[in-house]
């Protein structure tokens, strides 16, 4: 009977330093990023008060790559779109979601370097845009499901374009939603 191994304890001290308990050495965040290409588990703790704080750490480690010229891999609109979910009531929808969506890609990750190496050339670039987008759009798709309310323009609405043709802010729209409906209150008031 097997036992699985358990992870490895890395302790973080006030002076920010990470130390990891199995090496007895102290590690950086990058070493800490290794560690998970590796696939190596691990959990952080606060050494002081023993707290566990695994996720914000990982957390600073995407900070970190996201930082680095040349090594953005989450989009601005990805940013925001999980800006938005926070507070909403897809929120506890949301990590199960990404989770089967990264469990998803990475056994079809695979697949896209086999294409790629075949390929080695525009086809297997398009290869990977193909997959982005059936990702985004089952991505799109289930979040429409779950929004089934989400607020509509009705139909006769002013239309969102400018006077040159290009696209009002969304606060733009959101004055004007507001001052419709200070109108129809008004109106309402009257009677």
């Known amino acids: ?5 358990q992870p490895t304890i890395i302790k973080k001290y ?8 199995g090496t007895s050495t102290y590690v950086t965040l990058e070493d800490l990023a290794g560690m998970v290409r590796e696939g190596e588990d691990f959990v952080v703790f606060d050494a002081k008060s023993g707290e566990e704080i695994t996720r914000s750490v990982l957390t ?4 970190e790559q996201e930082n680095k010229e040349g090594q953005n891999l989450l989009p601005v609109t990805v940013l925001r779109q999980l800006i938005r979910f926070y507070g909403d009531s897809l929120q506890s929808l949301v990590p199960s979601y ?8 990475s056994q079809e990750q695979q697949k896209l370097r086999d294409q ?3 390929a080695f050339g525009p086809s297997a670039f398009q290869a990977m845009e193909e997959q ?9 798709e289930a979040m429409s499901m779950f929004a089934p309310f989400a607020p509509q323009m009705p139909v006769g609405a002013p239309d969102t374009k400018g006077p040159q043709g290009e696209a009002t ?3 733009e729209t959101l004055k004007r ?14 009677q």
């Open 177 to 190: 939603q507001m001052a419709d409906m200070q109108a129809k209150l008004d109106k309402l008031a009257r």
């Open 116 to 118: 790629m190496a075949q």
């Open 132 to 140: 982005v987008r059936k990702n985004m759009s089952f991505f799109t």
């Open 169 to 171: 802010s969304d606060l």
């Open 60 to 63: 600073q480690i995407i900070f």
């Open 1 to 5: 009977m097997a036992t699985e191994k």
């Open 98 to 105: 990404l989770e089967f969506s990264m469990n998803n890609l």
């Open 14 to 21: 006030a002076n920010r330093r990470l130390y990891h308990t």
